[in-house]
Structure formats: structure tokens, C-alpha cells
């Protein structure tokens, strides 16, 4: 039929942007799972590549205007580098395929473990199995392993008819099934709402960063708790002056601790999109970042990029005797990372980000993805937003 593919390419579309960000309803993002299953009804390689294409163009459109005001460009920008990254999905998509529907069947893990591993997963935001947390919460690694086994039972023999008749019912329990992540006592995320450089204009105010400091400190003053988590980048650029004031608060705040993210820089003029730690007595970095936004942060070509850490920095840092896993805004984007830092079976899942640039379907999203995580593996979660 003239219109099947088309059709499919506009279904992937929509669940692209159904699941992700535009509500606030976090159990639609189990709608995710069905992109493998339309993924397998593709009749050939192209419609198939274009399917996970649109699928991830749908579920990162808020990439067009963020890029835009991010690098203070040109729409046609944001639109330009959107288009770009999708490209590397699409052809996972492409690849991927085989003429045979059985083979197909068989080819969806392959599919979904491409989307996880660099290069695609560089850019491979919007994985399918990350609304498994709202279909399978507390089951772990063993809810991901049901959650591959359910797309590939749908997807065999008539995976069209077959999604079609279970996407209520998934969405329905999903429904049933969602509840808040897990709060855990003596822990608290505090939200903030400053706007400062980045992007083009990646030039900071010192004077700027005081006052920021200042609010924080009294955002730590007027809130009970131990651990005071603060977001990505808003300690600013790091050094002795904002060490020495924060330890000189700390003295007068009883067994308090402050984690905050802060601009590290290396020796090599590279900088670190890093974590401090900061008690009355000690201060250090505890997490740097395995990935930073490409082209936004993570620049190779620039000798003042972001430095990802990769793998060389584990999944859990230590807080106090607790493991805690630390995603940093992308981080939280893609999957490689969270399933790196849950092989290191953390007792505490942070979320830490700054998306005032951003429109609001990727902070619903990143949020969306955490509580996911967190509810499949059965862990509290502390998030720290910069709005």
C-alpha cells in the first residue's frame, strides 16, 4: 500500500513526541517501548531507518529552539544541528533492518543495544527502554530484561495488529502502576532559576557569581537537612575565594553538606563539568562528568572544551559511606551512563541540571527519565534543577 510507509513515518513521529516531554504525566513515556515494534513492521530498510529517525527527531525537538538560544544563532541553526543529530539514530534504524520479519524479531536487541553504545549513543536520547520504570517498577534489571522480551513477542508474526492492541493496556497499567520516586531523609534538591553564560556567551560575571553564591547559602539557611544538592554549574568557575567563603558558612551551619555543580578548569585549558563537595572541614570534587552536551560543552576540535571523563570516572562517588550515582544533565539524556552507574549498585540516584535555556519538553523529559530509573530499580532519587 502507497500509504503504509508514510503512515508509519507519522506514527513515529507522534510517539516520539506523546512520550516524551509533552506532559506531565511521567507513565507516557511507556509509550517508548512500542518505537522497536513499529521499528519491526517496516516493510523496507529506508522506511525503517526513517522511523527511528523521526521517532528521535519528534522526541528531541526541543533542540531547535534551545540550540537557538544557547548559541544565540539563528533558528536555522538550532534547526540545522537538530536535523544532525538524528542522523546517527535514523541510521542505526537503517542498518539495522533485515528483509526477514523473524530475523527482525531477533534483530531488536541489536537495535536497541546500538542505540545505547557510542557513536549512536552519543545522541541517543530517547531510548525505547527507558519507559520500562513506569511498566515494570522494582523489578530492576530483570524488568529490562521483560521489558525486551515483551517488544519482541509483540513484534513477531503481526507486529502492527499486535501494538495496536496492546498500547492501551500497556498505558493503562503504566498509569496504574506510576507514583513519585523515593525520598530519602536528610537529602534535599534545591531548584533554582538563574540565567548565566552560556553557549556563545561563556563569559561569567564574577561579581554575578557572588550574589548567586550568596542566594544559595541562603537557600541552605532557611531549609532543614544534611545534604543540600544544588544544580549543574551554578557554583560557577571554581577557586579559592568561593572555597574559602562557603567553608567560613559551613562553620555556623551544624553537620550540613553542600553539593553543588561548579566550572573546574584543568591544567591542559580544558574545564571539567564537575560536582564539589563542601562540609566546614574539607572540600573536593567528587564526580566529573562522562559526557557533556556535544557542541554545546563537548568541543574536541577547541582547546577550552569540556573533558569528558568517559568510563574513568565510576559510576558512584562516595557521599560520606553512601554510593550515590550523579547524572549531569545530558548524562541523564542518554542511556550509557545510567546503566554505568547502576552496575555500580548506587544507594542514591542525583539529578543535576541547568536548562533555563531550554524549552520545557527536555526538563519534563530529563525528569521523566530519572524517575523512571529510579522507580525501576526501586532507589530514591534527589533532583536539582536550574529553571
Known amino acids: 500500500m502507497i500509504w503504509r510507509s508514510p503512515l508509519q513515518i507519522f506514527i ?28 519491526s513492521s517496516a516493510k523496507s530498510r529506508v522506511t525503517a531507518g526513517l ?21 544565540d544563532a539563528h533558528i536555522l541553526y538550532g534547526f540545522f544541528l537538530w536535523m544532525a543529530a538524528n ?37 541517543g536520547w530517547a531510548h525505547p527502554l527507558t519507559g520500562a520504570g513506569w511498566l515494570m517498577p522494582g523489578l530492576g534489571w530483570l524488568g529490562l530484561m521483560l521489558s525486551v522480551l515483551l517488544i519482541m513477542a509483540l513484534a513477531y508474526k503481526a507486529p502492527t495488529r499486535n501494538g495496536l492492541v496492546a498500547i492501551g493496556p500497556v498505558l493503562l497499567l503504566s498509569a496504574a502502576l506510576s507514583a513519585p520516586a523515593k525520598t530519602v531523609a536528610d537529602w534535599q534538591g534545591h531548584n533554582t532559576s538563574f540565567h548565566f553564560g552560556v553557549g556563545a556567551s561563556p563569559i561569567r560575571n564574577p561579581l554575578e557569581e557572588i550574589e548567586r553564591h550568596w542566594a544559595l547559602q541562603d537557600q541552605v539557611s532557611e531549609t532543614d537537612g544534611v545534604n543540600h544538592v544544588f544544580p549543574e554549574t551554578v557554583g560557577g568557575l571554581w577557586n579559592q575565594q568561593a572555597q574559602d567563603e ?24 580544558t574545564y571539567s563539568n564537575a560536582i564539589i563537595q563542601l562540609t566546614a572541614e574539607d572540600s573536593r570534587i567528587i564526580y566529573k562528568q562522562r559526557l557533556a552536551i556535544p557542541f554545546g560543552m563537548w568541543r574536541p576540535w577547541a582547546s577550552d572544551t569540556a573533558k569528558p571523563e568517559w568510563l574513568q570516572q565510576p559510576g558512584v562517588s562516595f557521599v560520606s559511606d553512601t554510593p550515590v550515582a550523579f547524572l549531569i544533565c545530558y548524562e541523564a539524556s542518554l542511556m550509557w551512563p545510567i546503566l554505568h552507574s547502576l552496575l555500580a549498585e548506587p544507594e542514591i540516584l542525583i539529578s543535576m541540571s541547568s536548562t533555563w535555556w531550554a524549552p520545557t519538553s527536555i526538563q519534563r523529559s530529563q525528569h521523566h527519565t530519572m524517575t523512571s530509573w529510579a522507580n525501576l530499580f526501586g532507589l530514591p532519587l534527589v533532583e536539582a534543577y536550574n529553571l
Not at 51 to 68: D, E, F, K, N, Q
Not at 91 to 106: E, K, M, N, Y
Not at 248 to 269: C, I, S, W, Y
Open 87 to 123: 542522523i546517527l539514530p535514523g541510521l542505526a534504524g537503517f542498518i539495522c533492518w533485515h528483509q526477514s520479519p523473524l530475523t527482525r524479531v531477533f534483530l531488536i536487541p541489536v537495535l536497541l543495544m546500538v542505540l545505547i553504545i557510542p557513536p549512536v549513543g552519543l545522541v
Open 51 to 71: 522511523i527511528v529517525m523521526a521517532y528521535t527527531a519528534a522526541a528531541s525537538r526541543g533542540l531547535v529552539l534551545g540550540a537557538t538560544e544557547y548559541f
Open 12 to 39: 513515529a513521529t507522534f510517539l516520539g513526541w506523546f512520550a516524551w516531554g509533552s506532559f506531565s504525566f511521567g507513565w507516557f513515556q511507556s509509550a517508548a517501548l512500542f518505537l522497536p515494534v513499529l521499528w
Open 246 to 269: 562557603w567553608q567560613a558558612f559551613l562553620e555556623h551551619q551544624e553537620n550540613t553538606r553542600v553539593l553543588m555543580g561548579v566550572h573546574k578548569p584543568n591544567q591542559d585549558g
